[in-house]
């Protein structure tokens, strides 16, 4: 072969390499163009609806298409992407998906990309709407709780169930449980109780003790997926374990109001014994006891016990009494408590000041109180020269507002009663509950009629046969000074 032929064969080669390569390279461009990214956007629904996802593709594999496009798009489940479908573009280049909206947000950021013939394209994010669901929120309380009982507040917290837009669901998420007191006839302002969290079903609860009537309301705190509705309020009436007294329409009151003593937090009479605290003998020292008393310090016991008031409720009151006697009182004050025996006041006489009359406590307004007291070293109303039983710590006078003493003062505290009975709070014979209460209990109902609301304990034999000789001797001049009063001393 001659060198003019090999030279035209090798260019005859280079031209066929040479278009090739521009074959290919022109080829190459529309895997260039569709790296192009593409644009999504996304609806908003409720959770649980579904919501169009649109996906467009770039011009270029738009209307005349491209052989080999394909749209990839996917959702985010935590710190996951989840396929949804990889879908062909439409004529337009469009690609439609339908998407259920979640509860969470997190779970409602989707994207997509175009890839051509495998080869992908960079993604785009979007973010389906969530539009709040209607929710509602419903309270529950009993209407009436017995004072001292416990109860429960239940919540449900519920939306429309958007699937078929008449059941509902329950939503999880947390919940104010608010409440209102209402105390000596008025209602507190709305203050928070308790933040609870509802479950999966909609639903919370919390064990309750109201000591007074309640009114309840909850606030939703902010849903990702519901509205935050209020509820309407449920009421508690609190009612007491006993019976409130009832008197006659035309029975007057006591003359002197207190306040209730404190409910009693304590089961059944709780009574309770102990030495005279300081600070209720720095109360006593100058009113119910002086210096002079047949009794000291170290002869008396401050007994507290629950009992059932002229309202019904429970309450804690306190008497000073004898040591001797202790075991009369306690045993007195669970029996009076089991057979819910009705106590107007149970307050030491103290309280009324000291009156000059007679000696000691002010008796006078502490019966016009209807006020029981026992200790109180003070003169015989009436007989402003004789020494009362009660200074010797032995003596109740139980509800003298409706048990008159007749005094050498005239009838005291008031002359309505003595002519009256009531089943409950005012006794007029042996066979009266209250009297037999009593009289099992070591007290002898000492006037009878001629005063009516006092008792006295007698010390049974074991608390005779362990006395001091102090005590004894106590004893015999509280027998003495009753001798000396013909059984008519208050």
């Not at 461009?29 to 996304?42: F, L, Y």
């Not at 008031?414 to 009593?438: Q, Y």
């Not at 102090?470 to 509280?478: A, G, M, P, T, Y």
Request: charge should be positive.
């Amino acid at each position: 072969m001659d060198s003019s032929r090999a030279v035209a064969i090798v260019a005859a080669l280079v031209v066929a390499v040479l278009t090739v390569t521009v074959t290919v390279t022109a080829g190459a461009e529309p895997e260039h163009r569709t790296s192009a990214p593409v644009q999504v956007t996304a609806g908003s629904a409720r959770a649980g609806e579904r919501v169009e996802v649109v996906v467009t593709t770039p011009d270029a594999i738009g209307a005349g298409g491209v052989e080999g496009v394909v749209v990839v798009v996917e959702r985010r489940h935590g710190t996951a992407w989840t396929r949804v479908g990889t879908v062909t573009p439409d004529t337009t280049g469009r690609v439609t998906v339908q998407v259920v909206v979640d509860r969470l947000p997190a779970h409602n950021l989707v994207r997509a990309r175009a890839e051509v013939v495998g080869i992908p394209g960079p993604w785009r994010e979007a973010t389906l709407g969530l539009d709040a669901t209607r929710s509602t929120v419903v309270v529950t309380a009993p209407a009436r709780v017995v004072d001292g009982k416990h109860a429960r507040v239940t919540v449900r917290w519920s939306a429309v169930d958007v699937r078929d837009g008449v059941g509902v669901v329950g939503v999880p998420g947390t919940v104010v449980l608010q409440r209102q007191v209402k105390r000596s006839g008025r209602w507190s302002g709305w203050s928070t109780f308790r933040v609870l969290q509802t479950d999966a079903a909609g639903r919370a609860g919390v064990r309750v003790r109201p000591r007074y009537s309640h009114r309840w309301r909850v606030v939703t705190r902010p849903s990702t997926w519901t509205t935050t509705p209020r509820s309407s309020v449920a009421r508690t009436r609190n009612v007491p374990p006993g019976h409130p007294v009832r008197l006659p329409a035309k029975a007057p009151r006591p003359r002197i109001t207190l306040g209730p003593q404190a409910r009693a937090d304590t089961s059944g009479a709780d009574v309770t014994v102990r030495r005279i605290p300081d600070a209720v003998w720095r109360s006593m020292r100058g009113i119910s006891w002086r210096p002079g008393c047949p009794v000291g310090r170290s002869h008396l016991r401050l007994v507290e016990t629950n009992y059932y008031a002229f309202d019904g409720y429970r309450r804690r009151g306190q008497v000073v009494v004898a040591a001797v006697v202790v075991d009369n009182f306690v045993g007195a004050f669970r029996d009076m408590h089991a057979a819910k025996v009705p106590i107007r006041s149970l307050r030491l006489p103290d309280r009324f000041g000291r009156s000059t009359r007679l000696g000691g406590a002010d008796d006078l307004r502490s019966m016009a109180a209807d006020n029981t007291s026992v200790f109180n070293c003070r003169a015989v109303v009436g007989r402003p020269h004789a020494r009362s039983p009660h200074s010797w710590g032995r003596s109740l006078d139980l509800n003298p507002w409706e048990n008159p003493f007749r005094s050498g003062w005239g009838v005291v505290p008031n002359t309505w009663w003595p002519s009256r009975s009531h089943p409950d709070v005012a006794w007029r014979s042996t066979r009266h509950r209250v009297v037999r209460i009593l009289a099992r209990n070591g007290f002898r109902w000492t006037y009878g009629h001629g005063d009516l609301h006092h008792f006295d304990a007698v010390p049974g034999r074991a608390a005779r046969a362990s006395a001091s000789a102090s005590e004894l001797r106590q004893d015999e001049e509280l027998q003495q000074t009753l001798r000396e009063c013909d059984f008519h001393c208050e």
